[in-house]
C-alpha cells in the first residue's frame, strides 16, 4: 500500500504511536475492563488520565504557576464570544483591541463586536494578509480590556515569529489574548508574554472537541452576567474544568500526544524539526516560478502553507496525482484558493520531503 501523507489543516494527522496505543486500549483500559469513553468523568482511572494530561502539557509549555489550564468545549470560534464574555468587562466601558493579519483573526474580531466596542489597532487586509503589521504601526488604545492577536493564520500562512512587545510605560495593564489554535506545541512560547492562550485541539493537540485555555489567574474572575456557568473561566478553574461533563476522549489522546511529544524532547525539539520541515517546503516553492507563496519569508507560518500554481487551470491535475501518490488534503481553503500543506508536529519530514519530491517532478512535467 501506499504510503499516505495527510496534509489537512484540521481535524489533521495525529502521530501514528498515537493511534495505535489507542487501538490497543480501545476495550479495555489498562486493565479496567472499559473504554475510557465509557469512564465517569469524576472516577479514579479518568482523574487519573486528566490529571498526567495536565501535567505534562504544563511541562511541555513551561506554563507558570500563576495561569491555570482548562480544557473546555466550543472550539476556537467558541472562545471568540467567551473571551470577551469573560474579559471585556475589565473595563467600564470596554474596548477591545485587534491586530488583523487574516481570516481568523477576522473572525474573531466580527464575534467580539457583539460584546463590545472593538478597535483595529493594525491590519493587513491592503496587503492581502501578507504579513503581520509592523509594531510601531499599532494604534492601541490606552486602557482597552485587552488586545487579541491569532499568532498563527491556519488559511493565509501567516505566524508572528515572537510575542509582540508590548511596552509597560504606556500600557502597564493590557494582556494579550492570543488565538494559537494552529501552531501550539510546534515552537517555544514564553507563556508570560501573555494573559490569555486558547488552541481547538484538532490540529497539535488531538482530536476535535476539545479546547485549550490558558489564563493568568488575576484574570479569571472578570466574566458579565451574561457569560454561561459552562464557560466562565472561574468557575471552570475551581473546578478543574469538571464543572461540566469535559470532552473525556480527546483529553486522552490529547495526553497521548503530549507523552509522546515528551519522549521526542519535547517543544524544542519539535521545534528544531518543524524548522526544517519548513525551509524544505519554502525552498522547493521559491525554487521554481511554476509556484507561488505570497507571504513575505519573515512571517511565513512554519506551519499552514498555502501555495498557488502559476497555471491554475492545472489545480485538479496537481491535486489527483497528489492523492495518486498518498498525499491528501492538499486542497487550499474555499476562501483563498490554491493548495495549503499544513505540516504540524505528526507530519514527518519524509512526508515533506515526499511531497518536496512530488512538486518537482509536477514542475518538470
Ligand atoms: N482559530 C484558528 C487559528 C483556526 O485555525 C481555527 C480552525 N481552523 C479556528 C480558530 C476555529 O476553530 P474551531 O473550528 O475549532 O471553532
Given at each position: 500500500m501506499t504510503q499516505i501523507f495527510n496534509f489537512s489543516a484540521g481535524p489533521a494527522v495525529l502521530p501514528k504511536d498515537v493511534l495505535q496505543q489507542a487501538a490497543s486500549e480501545m476495550l479495555d483500559w489498562h486493565g479496567s475492563g472499559m473504554s475510557v469513553m465509557e469512564?465517569?468523568?469524576?472516577g479514579p482511572e479518568f482523574s487519573s488520565i486528566h490529571r498526567q494530561a495536565l501535567d505534562d502539557l504544563r511541562e511541555l509549555l513551561h506554563v507558570p504557576a500563576n495561569y491555570k489550564i482548562l480544557f473546555q468545549q466550543g472550539g476556537g470560534l467558541g472562545q471568540n464570544a467567551i473571551v470577551p464574555l469573560n474579559l471585556?468587562?475589565?473595563?467600564?466601558?470596554p474596548v477591545i483591541d485587534f491586530i488583523h493579519t487574516g481570516s481568523w483573526s477576522g473572525k474573531s474580531i466580527k464575534e467580539a463586536a457583539r460584546y463590545a466596542r472593538v478597535n483595529v489597532?493594525?491590519?493587513?487586509e491592503a496587503e492581502h494578509?501578507?504579513?503581520?503589521?509592523?509594531?510601531?504601526t499599532w494604534r492601541l488604545t490606552?486602557?482597552?480590556?485587552y488586545l487579541h492577536i491569532c499568532t498563527n493564520e491556519t488559511i493565509d500562512g501567516v505566524e508572528y515569529p515572537d510575542a509582540p512587545e508590548i511596552d509597560p510605560a504606556l500600557f502597564p495593564d493590557l494582556p494579550i489574548v492570543a488565538d494559537?489554535?494552529?501552531?501550539?506545541?510546534s515552537r517555544e512560547i514564553?507563556?508570560?508574554?501573555?494573559g490569555v492562550i486558547f488552541a481547538g485541539?484538532?490540529?497539535?493537540?488531538?482530536?476535535?472537541?476539545l479546547t485549550l485555555v490558558i489564563v493568568r489567574?488575576?484574570?479569571?474572575?472578570?466574566?458579565?452576567?451574561?457569560?454561561p456557568s459552562v464557560f466562565h473561566w472561574k468557575t471552570c478553574a475551581e473546578h478543574d474544568s469538571l464543572y461540566n461533563t469535559p470532552p473525556t476522549y480527546s483529553i486522552y489522546i490529547a495526553g497521548l500526544v503530549f507523552a509522546w511529544l515528551k519522549r521526542r524532547g519535547g517543544v524544542a525539539a519539535m521545534e528544531a524539526l518543524n524548522i526544517e520541515k519548513a525551509r524544505l517546503l519554502y525552498a522547493a516553492l521559491d525554487a521554481d516560478d511554476f509556484y507561488a507563496n505570497r507571504v513575505d519569508p519573515a512571517y511565513r507560518s512554519r506551519m499552514n502553507i498555502p501555495f498557488y500554481l502559476r497555471?491554475?487551470?492545472l489545480n485538479d491535475q496537481f491535486l489527483a496525482g497528489a492523492k495518486a501518490r498518498?498525499?491528501?488534503?492538499?486542497?487550499?481553503?474555499k476562501s483563498v484558493g490554491g493548495m495549503r500543506a499544513s505540516i504540524y508536529n505528526a507530519m514527518p519530514i519524509e512526508g515533506v520531503q515526499a511531497l518536496v519530491d512530488y512538486l518537482n517532478e509536477f514542475a518538470r512535467r
Amino acid at each position: 500500500m501506499t504510503q499516505i501523507f495527510n496534509f489537512s489543516a484540521g481535524p489533521a494527522v495525529l502521530p501514528k504511536d498515537v493511534l495505535q496505543q489507542a487501538a490497543s486500549e480501545m476495550l479495555d483500559w489498562h486493565g479496567s475492563g472499559m473504554s475510557v469513553m465509557e469512564m465517569s468523568h469524576r472516577g479514579p482511572e479518568f482523574s487519573s488520565i486528566h490529571r498526567q494530561a495536565l501535567d505534562d502539557l504544563r511541562e511541555l509549555l513551561h506554563v507558570p504557576a500563576n495561569y491555570k489550564i482548562l480544557f473546555q468545549q466550543g472550539g476556537g470560534l467558541g472562545q471568540n464570544a467567551i473571551v470577551p464574555l469573560n474579559l471585556a468587562g475589565r473595563r467600564p466601558e470596554p474596548v477591545i483591541d485587534f491586530i488583523h493579519t487574516g481570516s481568523w483573526s477576522g473572525k474573531s474580531i466580527k464575534e467580539a463586536a457583539r460584546y463590545a466596542r472593538v478597535n483595529v489597532a493594525a491590519s493587513s487586509e491592503a496587503e492581502h494578509f501578507a504579513r503581520v503589521p509592523a509594531r510601531d504601526t499599532w494604534r492601541l488604545t490606552p486602557n482597552a480590556s485587552y488586545l487579541h492577536i491569532c499568532t498563527n493564520e491556519t488559511i493565509d500562512g501567516v505566524e508572528y515569529p515572537d510575542a509582540p512587545e508590548i511596552d509597560p510605560a504606556l500600557f502597564p495593564d493590557l494582556p494579550i489574548v492570543a488565538d494559537m489554535s494552529s501552531h501550539i506545541l510546534s515552537r517555544e512560547i514564553d507563556v508570560s508574554k501573555y494573559g490569555v492562550i486558547f488552541a481547538g485541539a484538532q490540529k497539535n493537540i488531538g482530536p476535535a472537541g476539545l479546547t485549550l485555555v490558558i489564563v493568568r489567574e488575576d484574570l479569571l474572575d472578570f466574566a458579565s452576567p451574561q457569560c454561561p456557568s459552562v464557560f466562565h473561566w472561574k468557575t471552570c478553574a475551581e473546578h478543574d474544568s469538571l464543572y461540566n461533563t469535559p470532552p473525556t476522549y480527546s483529553i486522552y489522546i490529547a495526553g497521548l500526544v503530549f507523552a509522546w511529544l515528551k519522549r521526542r524532547g519535547g517543544v524544542a525539539a519539535m521545534e528544531a524539526l518543524n524548522i526544517e520541515k519548513a525551509r524544505l517546503l519554502y525552498a522547493a516553492l521559491d525554487a521554481d516560478d511554476f509556484y507561488a507563496n505570497r507571504v513575505d519569508p519573515a512571517y511565513r507560518s512554519r506551519m499552514n502553507i498555502p501555495f498557488y500554481l502559476r497555471d491554475e487551470s492545472l489545480n485538479d491535475q496537481f491535486l489527483a496525482g497528489a492523492k495518486a501518490r498518498g498525499l491528501l488534503q492538499l486542497k487550499g481553503h474555499k476562501s483563498v484558493g490554491g493548495m495549503r500543506a499544513s505540516i504540524y508536529n505528526a507530519m514527518p519530514i519524509e512526508g515533506v520531503q515526499a511531497l518536496v519530491d512530488y512538486l518537482n517532478e509536477f514542475a518538470r512535467r
